[in-house]
Antibody, heavy 116, light 110 residues
Framework: QVQLVQSGAEVKKPGASVKVSCKAS????????IIWVRQATGQGLEWLGWMSPNNGNTVYAQKFQGRVTLTWDASISTAYMHLNSLESEDTAVFYC?????????WGQGTLVTVSS | QSALTQPASVSGSPGQSITISCTGT?????????VSWYQQHPGKAPKVMIY???YRPSGVSNRFSGSKSGNTASLTISGLQTEDEADYYC??????????FGGGTKLTVL
C-alpha cells in the first residue's frame, strides 16, 4: 500500500533552516509528483511547491521563492523540503502529498516550531 | 496567488444536505477542471473527497459530490452524518504547475 512517512518534529531558532523528509513506499517514486503543504496552528492549508521526480522539475509558490528548496533522492524514494531564514510565523505542520487523482496520499505531517 | 474564497462555517442537522462553495477566478477554478476537495479532522492529515471537480475516489461515500459553474466550485454532502463534522478545503490548479487552496470551511453537524 502507498505510504508517505515524514521525519519527526523539529524545534528551530529564528534565522535557522529546517529540512523535512518524506519517504515514499508502495509505488514507483518517479511516477508521481510530490506536493508540499503547510498548515499553521488553527489555520488553513498553504501550498509551498511541487516537485516532479520524473522530469526533474520543481515549482515554488511565489510567497516562498528563494526560501524553500525541494529536492529528492530517487534511490531511496525520499523527498525533502528545505526552508531557510525561519521566522516565528513559519511555525506550522508541514505535509508532503502525492499528486494523482487529487492529493490522494499524505504524509502524517511534521511539526516545525520556530522559537527563540 | 490569492486563496480561494470559502465560507468560514456551515452547519446542518443529521440527514440534511449542505453545500460548500469555493470561489476563485478564471485563472484557477474557472480555467481548469482540476478542483479537489479535502476533509480534515482535528490533528489528522487531509483526506481527498473529490478530485477533478466531480470524481470521487474509491472508498469515499457517494453522499459527497462536486460540481463547478464558472469560477465557483461546490461540494455537496447529502444525508449529513455526525462523522462528517470536520474542516473542508477546496484546491484548484492555477496554471504553471501551481496550486491554490481555499481558506477552509468548518462544518458543524448539529
Amino acid at each position: 500500500q502507498v505510504q508517505l512517512v515524514q521525519s519527526g518534529a523539529e524545534v528551530k531558532k529564528p534565522g535557522a533552516s529546517v529540512k523535512v523528509s518524506c519517504k515514499a513506499s508502495g509505488y514507483t517514486f518517479t511516477s508521481y509528483e510530490i506536493i508540499w503543504v503547510r498548515q499553521a496552528t488553527g489555520q488553513g492549508l498553504e501550498w509551498l511547491g511541487w516537485m516532479s521526480p520524473n522530469n526533474g522539475n520543481t515549482v515554488y509558490a511565489q510567497k516562498f521563492q528563494g526560501r524553500v528548496t525541494l529536492t529528492w533522492d530517487a534511490s531511496i524514494s525520499t523527498a525533502y523540503m528545505h526552508l531557510n531564514s525561519l521566522e516565528s510565523e513559519d511555525t506550522a505542520v508541514f505535509y508532503c502529498a502525492r499528486n494523482g487523482a487529487g492529493l490522494h496520499y499524505w504524509g502524517q505531517g511534521t511539526l516545525v516550531t520556530v522559537s527563540s | 496567488q490569492s486563496a480561494l474564497t470559502q465560507p468560514a462555517s456551515v452547519s446542518g442537522s443529521p440527514g440534511q444536505s449542505i453545500t460548500i462553495s469555493c470561489t476563485g477566478t478564471s485563472s484557477d477554478v474557472g480555467g481548469y477542471n482540476f478542483v479537489s476537495w479535502y476533509q480534515q479532522h482535528p490533528g489528522k492529515a487531509p483526506k481527498v473527497m473529490i478530485y477533478d471537480v466531480n470524481y470521487r475516489p474509491s472508498g469515499v461515500s457517494n453522499r459527497f459530490s462536486g460540481s463547478k459553474s464558472g469560477n465557483t466550485a461546490s461540494l455537496t454532502i447529502s444525508g449529513l452524518q455526525t462523522e462528517d463534522e470536520a474542516d473542508y478545503y477546496c484546491c484548484s490548479y492555477a496554471g504553471s504547475s501551481s496550486l491554490v487552496f481555499g481558506g477552509g470551511t468548518k462544518l458543524t453537524v448539529l
